[in-house]
Structures are given as C-alpha cells and as structure tokens.
C-alpha cells in the first residue's frame, strides 16, 4: 500500500496517520520544559509511535499495534465506508436537535442553546481494567462521605491535623447550618460524578469529585440510544455493559434514604427551571424515573414538613433530588433575593421530615483546595491506600508553593478553587504571554483562590472530525450512587472529548463533546 492511500486508510485515520502525514503537532511533557514534535516529516508508524510516546492512545499501544478490546472494533471500521460514517454522524446530529438534546452557555449573544457535539467511535474499557476503576471509585465516594459526617459533627479529622482546619471551617462551601445535623444514613453526597484522566503510560489519576450538583448523565445514557440505533451491528459483535438502568437504580437509591418511618416515599426533582443549563437533564430523568419535576414555587412547607401542590391538594414530600445550587435553596437562609428556592426548607431538613440529595454542605469536600487532601482521608477513615491517583497540587495560599508556581506558570494548569465548567483556568503550554501576564496578575492579587497542577498529557481517541478521524483527548466521568444499601454505579459513565485540535478542555461550555462509553463484559 503506497503511502497516499496508507494515510486515507480508516485504521490509518483512527491512529492519527493522516494527521502525521499533513502535519500534526503533538505537545509533550518532559524534563526540563515543553518540546514540540512536528511529525509531518515521519513516516506513518514513526508517527503513530512518537504520538503515542507523547499521548497514551486508547485504541493504539506504543508499538502501534491494535489494544485487544479494540480489536473488533477497528475490523468493524475499517470495512466500513467513509461514507457511511459521514451520513450517521449526521443522523446523529439531527435526532439530538429533534429531541432537544441541548445545553444552555450563559453570557453568549448569539442563541444560548448548543447541540453538545456526539462523537460515533466509542471509548473502550476493558472488563479488568473497570474493575479496578470501580473499586477505586467506591473507595474514594465513601472516604468522601465519611469526611463529610465527620467535619459536621465531631471533626476528628481537624483535630488529628490530617485537614487543616482552616481550610474546611472557613471554606465559603462549608455550611455551618449543617453542624450537628443528621442526615439518613450518613450519607451526604448521594449522586457523585468523580472526573478520571488518563496520562503518562496509561495510569489513572482523579481530576477533581464533583458532588454538588454533577451533571452529564443523560447524555451517557442518551450517546448508547443513538449508538444502538446507528449502528446496531456492533453491539452484536461486542458484549457491552447496559446503562440503561440508571434511572431506575437512582430513583431506589433515593427512596432508600428516605425519612425515618417513611414506608412509600414521594420522590421529586428540583429545577431551577427551564433557563438552566441542564434543564433537558431534569426534565430526562424525572421522566424516567416517573417523578415529579418541580421548581421551588411549586414546594411550600408547613410545620416542617414540604408539600407539593396537587390539583388535588397538597402532598407530602419526602425526598428531594435537587438540581440546586445550596445559595438558592431556603430563602430564609441562605441568598434572601433567590426566587428558585423553597421557604423554610432548612427548616424541614434539620427536622429530619426530608431528604436533601445530595445534602447541602456538601461542596466543601469537593473543592479544588479540599481534593489534595482525598488520600488523606481514605486512610484516616477507612485505614486503607489509595487506589485511585490524585494529580499532584500546588496550593498557591502556601508561600512555597506560590514562589514555585509564579516561576513555572508557562507549564502548568492553574484552576480558581470554586471554579467550574473550564471557566477561570490558566493551561499554561497553550497560553499566550500576555495571557500569562494577566493571569499571574489575579494570582497574586488573590493566591488562597488558586491551586495548580501539572499539564496532564491527557490520553487521546480516534475522534471523527470535520477534517476526518483523528485522536483527540478525553477523559472519563462515572456517577457514583450511594444510599443505603452501599455504593454503586452502572458500568462506565459520560466520556467528554476535547474536539478542538490539542486542546486539553473536554467541557462542553469550552467546545467539548461526548461519547458512548463500552465497558466490556468479556
């Protein structure tokens, strides 16, 4: 095969040949600094083994061989026509805009609704390889939910110096409402989405845990319907995991850490209504767990109690899946102005007469100051290492670390500690130096508002792409369930790719998209 129809070939593609032959610029981390590798000058499996060298690639090992779980797939694809492709991505593309498949990006002038973009080649996880994940996952969520109960109650973990106590007590996320009250089972954050990154040969670190209000999950479940219905083919070919369930598993897990004596639990949905930006999220899963979508007018409460108003009058509430932010929730309490909340709530909850899921209080343990601090947790309340990496951080309130990370701004990430959705971070490898400039400027203005990490050579994917099929940088995000029959998630999660080419920003609001996740059964 000469080397034109080589580089056109679709396995070629996947393995980023094209891209080498036309001049495709991979950024890599090695010592001393940051060097850039032109590899329009390689031949194809010269590029393919330099673009693995800097990026570990799902599908491809270092020697450019196929990885067995890919196996199959990659036979699939490479008897199936461009054309074909094509044609389905763009299938895809009009079944999302038809079922309203949208996102919302505030401050953008030009329509505030985006198609989050799919793409048709899945990420791939063998069945050993997710075991190991989800071992680390359910390791990590409850260490996490331990830390929780304990900082609202006794404070062990303050008083044995393993957090400093500073840190927690006098984070803007900590809710000294919270203190000493009881919530059904210990558990505080019921639903977890735990970003995962893959970097260096192929292991895999803990970006950050969301656990306040994590979103995502319908487009997981929504990517393996288009997946199934474009190319049903494949999953005769392959045994995949089904995530179908999860609406069903949520909604138990709810009603299991409903109140005390509650035997038949009402279970809603709290929105903040049709102009948030993961309202078509609300809207999916309280269709399919058959609830209640309701926003905060429609709740009241009286004698500590919240009711929901019925065209039959009111009925008692008992658990609240709330898709709000703490700040909104209990005008009495928390933000006087918030018109999205419910009067009293805290009230109800400390009473113990509702279920908050996840809890309020709950965004301390998932603060970007608070994260370096999960191994220290995971050994001090289940006595046990880590199996999961932390990506190492630079705290920019300790003056050492600030001194070193003004000096090396130019190599690393830099992320404001209640940031969120890709917004107010410095990547330092694709910033300008005025950028630098201006960022170092906030950093010393504010520096307890900073940590930094290094610039993760974040695993790529074969991607389909305007231009083609090309490797693109992604990472992972499983939702994690917890209640009181234990931790448990369905098989993989929401896979959100970086589809700029080396950007290393796979959030949705920053040009991101998505893909369907295949967690292997065999």
């Known amino acids: 095969m000469r080397l034109a129809s080589l580089a056109h070939h679709p396995l070629a593609l996947a393995a980023g040949w094209r891209h080498a032959v036309i001049g495709w610029h991979g950024l890599i981390r090695a010592d001393p600094g940051w060097h850039i590798f032109c590899l329009s000058t390689a031949s194809p499996i010269v590029a393919v083994r330099l673009m693995s060298t800097a990026f570990y690639n799902e599908m491809y090992d270092s020697d450019a061989g196929l990885r067995p779980h890919y196996r199959a797939f990659a036979e699939w694809l490479a008897g199936t026509p461009a054309e074909r492709l094509e044609r389905k991505r763009a299938e895809a593309d009009t079944a999302f805009h038809r079922v309203g498949i949208t996102f919302a990006v505030y401050g953008e002038e030009a329509g505030t609704e985006r198609l989050i973009p799919f793409d048709i080649i899945p990420r791939i996880i063998p069945a050993a390889e997710w075991a190991q994940l989800e071992a680390g996952l359910r390791q990590r969520v409850q260490a996490l939910n331990a830390f929780l109960h304990d900082i609202y109650h006794e404070q062990a973990i303050l008083k044995a110096g393993c957090v400093p106590a500073e840190q927690v007590l006098n984070n803007a996320q900590f809710r000294r409402e919270m203190i000493g009250v009881d919530v059904p089972s210990g558990i505080y954050a019921h639903i977890a ?14 970006l950050e845990d969301n656990l306040r209000v994590p979103s995502g999950v319908s487009y997981m479940i929504e990517d393996r319907k288009m997946m199934m219905r474009l190319f049903p083919e494949l999953f005769s070919r392959h045994m995949i995991a089904p995530v179908q369930h999860y609406p069903d598993l949520l909604l138990d897990n709810l009603r299991t850490v409903a109140p005390k004596g509650v035997a038949n639990p009402t279970v809603v949905l709290l929105t903040p209504g049709a102009y948030n930006s993961a309202y078509f999220e609300h809207t999916f899963l309280a269709q399919q767990m058959g609830i209640e979508l309701v926003e905060g007018r429609d709740l009241f409460v009286r004698d500590e109690t919240v009711f929901m108003r019925t065209t039959q009058g009111p009925q008692r509430v008992d658990v609240i899946y709330r898709r709000l932010d703490d700040d909104f929730l209990d005008p009495l309490v928390f933000n006087k102005d918030s018109m999205l909340g419910v009067p009293g709530l805290l009230s109800a909850y400390r009473a113990g007469h509702v279920t908050l899921a996840n809890a309020i209080g709950t965004g301390v343990a998932d603060d970007k100051s608070v994260y370096p601090y999960v191994p220290e947790m995971i050994r001090f309340y289940l006595g046990e290492e880590p199996q999961l990496n932390n990506v190492p951080t630079w705290m920019l309130r300790k003056p050492e670390d600030l001194r070193y990370v003004l000096a090396h701004l130019p190599e690393l990430v830099v992320k404001e500690v209640h940031g969120a959705g890709g917004y107010g971070m410095l990547v330092g490898p694709a910033a300008s130096r005025a950028e630098i400039e201006a960022f170092r400027a906030r950093i010393i203005a504010a520096p307890e508002k900073y940590i ?11 991607t389909f792409v305007d231009s083609g099929i090309a490797p693109r940088h992604l990472d992972l995000r499983p939702f994690v369930l917890s209640g009181k029959r234990g931790v448990g998630m369905v098989p993989g999660g929401l896979t959100r790719v970086a589809l700029r080419a080396g950007s290393l920003v796979v959030n949705s609001s920053q040009g991101g998209g998505t893909k369907d996740t295949w967690v292997l059964e065999n």
Request: net charge negative; with cysteine.
């Open 193 to 206: 989405g735990v970003d995962i990154v893959r970097a260096g040969a192929g292991e895999s670190y803990v």
């Open 452 to 462: 930094a990490q290094p610039t993760l050579a974040l695993s790529n994917c074969p």
